[in-house]
């Protein structure tokens, strides 16, 4: 039988008032329109700062802990998590299996439309034991309209398997109600184009995974300053950003600095470390590690027993 639940309800359904004439615009005032409506998927992530700041918090801790962090979702919204799952290992360093996206459908449906296979509740729940969910992994249900059958069983098996579970969506809680650790609601509004929540809603959305990967990162010592020192040195745009950031943090020459990030292995922490402590790409290794990959605990705490 074919399910005829009424969304109509739901806050990214809605018809926006503000675009009732919008086939009768010009390509200037659809331009302005759109930019318009965007500013308010800012404002969305700023309403729910604090509870993207616990999901920082926590998700660090658990990835801290030996954790893995998942984003699950059906398209455009598990389009959204598999990029910045893939975004993590050039910009952090990171194995491809610390963070991970899954999308209803597989591989296929991030380019091909996938979009019936999110109907499935059984779909989410395999997904989480094929991945063998433990009680130190993250898991991030992503569903702008908050209803998705796929994700919200993978929310639900993932909570019974202990895991840490985030829920992504873009209408207000009396409007879907779920069981979870952290509720993260992205308020935007009714989208321009009615129900297309790959406009504001997946803009709000990028905004949100931009913030989590990148604040979970800086706490487990990805970053130093705002400087990107796990950066994977894998092509020429890459090495040059690398040679950057050690010329701009020890002075050196161009020259010396590729010297020393060959030293270290192509591994602008470590090249840091042994640059400011004299260590050995050896010795070095070994401290940082101590540190949990921690630069800036690690050369204080050198500093400290040469005093």
Known sequence: ?????????????????DSLNLDQLSALELVDLFNSEDQKAVAAVAAAKTELAEAIEQTAE??????RLFYIGAGTSGRLGVLDAAECPPTFCTPPELVQGIIAGGAGALVRSSED??????????????????????????TAGGTTPYVHGALSAAR??????????????????IDVDIDIRLLTGPEVLAGSTRLKAGTATKLTLNILSTGVMVKLGKVYGNRMVDVAVTNQKLRDRALRILQDLTGLSRETANVLLERSGKWVKLALLMHWTGLEKEAGDRLLSEHQGNLRAAVASYKNQQS
């Open 1 to 17: 039988m074919v399910n005829l639940h009424e969304r109509g309800h739901l806050l990214t359904e809605q018809v926006n008032p």
């Open 62 to 67: 658990r990835l801290h802990q030996g954790g």
């Open 117 to 142: 296979l999110e109907d499935c509740t059984q779909d989410g729940e395999s997904a989480m034991a094929q991945r063998h969910i433990t009680q130190l992994d993250v898991v991030v249900g992503i």
């Open 160 to 177: 019974q398997r202990g895991a840490l579970t985030i829920f992504i969506a873009c209408v207000p809680q009396e409007q879907v109600n």
